[in-house]
């Protein structure tokens, strides 16, 4: 990995594969995929918060446990995460974020376009490095709704198949005829 004076990555390529890392340590199910994600204040290159699928307590994707995490860093609720963030906040996201949960929780995109209702407009650009596949949801419609919203989708490309490889480790494989 390239990294500046600061020790941090200063590329996407970098940051996608640092996110992949994450994703490495979530615990492998069948009903999830392992995600990683790292918020991102581009302007100053400083990375705010990281976080994996079910890093947290209960049900929790990675970009869920990245804010969740930056807004415990400084005594806050996810709810007030909006004002927080700093001017051009992206996150970095092995995968497409959750149109849709099964399991009552709030979609990632939902999250991620609640973050533009702070002083600063949120997050800005969301990097991914897939699609999410159809596997739990059916077709997955977050990446159109947060360009609707203006979010700048960015596919960082070249890491698709370890990408997959990780997300659905726990996911039972199928037989090759």
Same mark, same amino acid.
Request: charged content about 20%; hydrophobic content about 25%; aromatic content about 6%.
């Given at each position: 990995m390239t990294e500046t004076r600061s020790g941090l990555p200063e590329s996407r390529e970098d940051y996608m594969r640092l996110a992949l890392e994450l994703a490495?340590?979530?615990?492998?199910?069948? =009903? /999830?995929? *392992?995600?990683?994600a790292i918020l991102v204040d581009e302007a100053e290159n400083k990375i705010l918060s990281t976080g994996y699928t079910?890093?947290?307590?209960? /049900? =929790?994707? #990675?970009?869920? *446990? *990245?804010?969740?995490?930056?807004? #415990?860093?400084? @005594?806050?609720?996810?709810?007030d995460v909006a004002d927080l963030l700093p001017k051009g906040t992206v996150i970095y996201t092995t995968m497409e974020p959750c149109g849709k949960r099964l399991s009552g /929780?709030?979609? *990632?995109?939902?999250?991620?376009?609640?973050?533009? /209702? @702070?002083s600063?407009?949120?997050?800005?650009t969301v990097y991914l490095g897939v699609s999410e596949p159809e596997t739990?949801?059916?077709?997955? =419609?977050?990446?159109?709704?947060?360009?609707?919203?203006?979010?700048q989708c960015v596919h960082v490309s070249g890491f698709e198949q370890e990408i997959l490889e990780v997300a659905t480790a726990g996911h039972p494989q199928k037989e090759e005829a």
């Open positions: 490495k340590q979530s615990p492998p199910k069948p =009903t /999830n995929f *392992c995600v990683g079910l890093e947290l307590p209960g /049900n =929790t994707h #990675a970009e869920q *446990c *990245c804010l969740q995490k930056f807004a #415990a860093q400084h @005594g806050k609720s996810e709810e /929780n709030s979609p *990632c995109i939902d999250r991620i376009l609640k973050t533009r /209702n @702070g600063y407009g949120g997050i800005q739990f949801v059916g077709q997955n =419609t977050g990446r159109a709704r947060l360009e609707a919203a203006g979010i």
